[in-house]
């Protein structure tokens, strides 16, 4: 069974600077990886997708990295600004419907 | 980019109260929609697959009986939470996108359910 874990739970960080956000997975048979971000009482906005295929993707200051045979990816978040104060949330498509972490909930302080 | 909107966003309601929550595609046609629930700092969790014209398919754990599933055109599945408890007061999303586990799901901005 696929299990998805995200490390830290919460991260605050001053605005400005550079940040990574942890992802790790079970069951290196996937599809493709999928960031999200969540605002409170929201629902999600897809940030990047990888698939299995690839190492990496980037979007404006977002970069998402995928280590498919060691279970990982990251993503890295530049010059970290107030308005990116929200849930991160990793998913694994496989044979199976989205698995999703718990999330990391970032808080970048002014 | 495709667009997933879900009604209502809130719902406040007594105990014993049946409440429908739709889901619906705007501007593609999903034949596989996914419905999820989150409760307060956890993941989220599939309750269903809706399938267009035949039945949902449900997780291991959920009630078929309690939680309703209707996805009668290409565009449109309805979560029916019947009966409900203050234990189902919860967060519910619903997605859509490919009918291959391989392409990108498109969510709604959720319901948010309190059942008094």
């Known amino acids: 069974k696929q299990e998805v874990t995200q490390i830290p739970a919460a991260l605050s960080v001053p605005e400005g600077e550079n940040l990574v956000l942890n992802c790790s997975f079970t069951?290196?048979?996937?599809?493709?990886l999928q960031w999200f971000r969540q605002d409170p009482g929201k629902g999600l906005t897809s940030l990047l997708l990888?698939?299995?295929?690839?190492r990496e993707q980037t979007s404006g200051r977002l970069n998402a990295s995928l280590d498919k045979s060691s279970g990982r990816s990251t993503l890295y978040i530049a010059a970290s600004q107030p308005g990116d104060s929200a849930t991160y949330l990793c998913?694994?498509?496989?044979?199976?419907?989205?698995?999703f972490g718990k999330g990391t909930r970032l808080s970048v302080i002014a | 980019g495709a667009v997933v909107s879900q009604h209502p966003s809130r719902v406040i309601c007594k105990s014993g109260t049946s409440v429908k929550i739709e889901c619906r595609s705007l501007d593609f046609q999903a034949t596989t929609m996914f419905w999820y629930r989150q409760f307060p700092k956890q993941s989220l969790m599939l309750m269903a697959t809706s399938n267009e014209g035949s039945k949902a398919t449900y997780e291991q754990g959920v009630e078929k009986d309690k939680f309703l599933i209707n996805h009668a055109s290409l565009t449109l599945s309805t979560l029916t939470v019947t009966s409900a408890h203050p234990e189902d007061s919860s967060f519910y999303i619903c997605s859509a996108g490919g009918t291959a586990h391989n392409q990108p799901q498109h969510f709604g901005d959720g319901t948010r359910l309190s059942i008094l």
């Open positions: 069951d290196s048979a996937i599809y493709n």
């Open positions: 998913a694994v498509s496989g044979n199976t419907p989205l698995v």
């Open positions: 990888i698939q299995s295929s690839q």
